[in-house]
């Protein structure tokens, strides 16, 4: 990997980690999650970077997907195990780092699961290894604790502009292969689950996370306004809360976007009891380097 590349997933990774852990702290019952979502977008731009995704707060059997609308009024509750999954990106480099708060003593252990089986699978990563043995470990880690990892939520590769490509890194031992190459740069992410051990997409259009899939004309100008801010991100995800155009006119103008198949959402992901998670990104090399820790 060329010098500057690296350098730039690594500022990436620190940035990443710093607001993640501060984003951690404003995990308290009564806490607006918009609030949180705002504070940590802002302070990734203070830092240096932009979000790489609108910041993912997912909470108790939701394992993915949720960010906050512009007028979300959720707030912590106590007892919640929440997720904040963050991702930061420089010149399109991204790193991805996701942590979780478990607010009542009871689920510690599964927060205590999935950063277990996160940290044996780093030591397991170099270049030559097949990521199934990977993905066998994380199994066996998180099954030691009596609890099931998520089997249809993987961890995967990161591009630039890209936050999801090969290779895949599944969380348990599967017919999935491949040789992990010097250079690659992945994201591993448990889930663990006391309850079933597959999430499904929520059947309604309220992801509240949004790509571009094809520029179309829009006859709303609020539609083509996001659009414009859309192409900016060249194919991050972006989120409603990121214009200035505000209530009706948004929804219309989101409307306009679906309809005309402008945007896909990235539709909200839930299992069926309470659900936690830790990801780390990870650059593969003879000394790997895990950006985000
Ligand atoms: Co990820």
């Given at each position: 990997m060329e010098k500057e590349i690296l350098e730039k997933y690594k500022k990436a990774g620190e940035i990443a980690k710093t607001v993640r852990e501060e984003g951690r702290k404003l995990v308290?019952?009564?806490?607006?999650i918009l609030e949180i979502a705002e504070k940590v977008e802002n302070r990734i731009k203070e830092l240096g970077?932009?979000?790489?995704?609108?910041?993912n707060i997912s909470i108790n059997e939701i394992s993915a997907h949720y960010s906050p609308s512009q007028d979300d009024e959720t707030t912590v509750k106590e007892g919640d195990v929440v997720k904040l999954d963050v991702g930061v990106a420089v010149d399109g480099y991204v790193a991805d780092t996701a942590s979780t708060v478990a607010l009542?003593?009871?689920d510690k252990k599964l927060v205590e699961a999935s950063e277990k089986a996160l940290e044996e699978a780093i030591?397991?990563?170099?270049?030559?290894?097949?990521?199934n043995e990977i993905s066998a470990k994380i199994e066996e880690i998180i099954k030691s604790f009596d609890l099931k990892p998520i089997t249809n939520l993987t961890g995967h590769g990161l591009e630039q502009y890209t936050v999801h490509s090969e290779p895949r890194v599944p969380n348990y031992k599967s017919d999935y292969s491949h040789i992990l190459e010097e250079g690659e740069v992945i994201a591993i992410e448990p889930f663990v689950t006391r309850g079933r051990n597959y999430i499904t997409e929520e059947d309604e259009d309220r992801g509240l996370s949004y790509s571009l899939v094809q520029i179309k004309p829009c006859r709303l100008r609020e539609a083509r306004q996001i659009i414009e801010a859309m192409k900016e991100r060249k194919g991050l995800p972006f989120s409603e809360?990121?214009?200035n155009i505000k209530g009706i006119k948004l929804k219309l103008a989101m409307r306009e976007l679906k309809d005309r198949g402008c945007i896909g959402t990235h539709r909200i992901l839930r299992g069926d009891s309470k659900i936690s998670q830790a990801e780390h990104t990870i650059i593969v090399l003879d000394e790997p380097i895990v950006t985000t820790r």
């Open positions: 308290k019952p009564g806490v607006k970077g932009i979000p790489a995704w609108p910041l009542s003593e009871k030591k397991l990563v170099k270049p030559g290894r097949d990521v809360r990121w214009t």
